[in-house]
C-alpha cells in the first residue's frame, strides 16, 4: 500500500481559505512565519495538467493567500514556488504551491526538498 497523500487528508480545522478547485493552509514544515501551500482539490502532480479553471482558481487563491499574510504578518517579500515533476529524486505528488513570506534580515534556508543536501551527503 502506498502511503496517503498529505495534500488529500487535510483536516478541514488547518484549511485557512478555500474555493471550488483549491486550498490554502500552513505547510507542515514551514520554511518562515506564516508559510502556507495552496493544493489543488484534485490529486494532480503537474501544473500543466491542470484544468484552466483550475489555473485561474489556485492564481485567485494565491493572491488572497498573500493579501492575508501581508496583513497577519507583515513580511518584506515572498518566495512563491513549486516543483513540477519527478525532482531531486522524489517521485510526482499533489501539485502544491509554496507561498514563503520573507522577512528583513532573516536568510530562507531552503531543504531537500528544493534540492539542498547537506554537504554531509
Avoid at 4 to 18: E, G, H, S
Avoid at 74 to 101: C, K, M, R, T, Y
Wanted: charged letters at 25%; proline letters at 6%; a negative charge.
Amino acid at each position: 500500500m502506498s502511503n496517503p497523500c498529505i495534500y488529500c487528508n487535510v483536516d478541514d480545522y488547518d484549511i485557512i481559505a478555500k474555493n471550488d478547485f483549491g486550498t490554502v493552509f500552513p505547510e507542515p514544515k514551514p520554511l518562515s512565519k506564516g508559510h502556507v501551500v495552496i493544493v489543488p482539490v484534485r490529486h494532480i502532480s503537474s501544473f500543466f495538467e491542470i484544468s484552466d479553471k483550475e489555473r485561474k482558481s489556485l492564481l485567485s487563491l494565491l493572491e488572497q493567500a498573500r493579501n492575508e499574510l501581508k496583513i497577519l504578518h507583515h513580511p518584506e517579500g515572498f518566495h512563491i514556488g513549486f516543483n513540477d515533476g519527478d525532482v531531486f529524486g522524489q517521485s510526482a505528488e499533489h501539485l502544491h504551491i509554496h507561498v514563503i513570506p520573507r522577512y528583513k534580515n532573516q536568510k530562507l534556508e531552503l531543504d531537500e526538498r528544493w534540492g539542498i543536501m547537506n554537504e554531509a551527503e
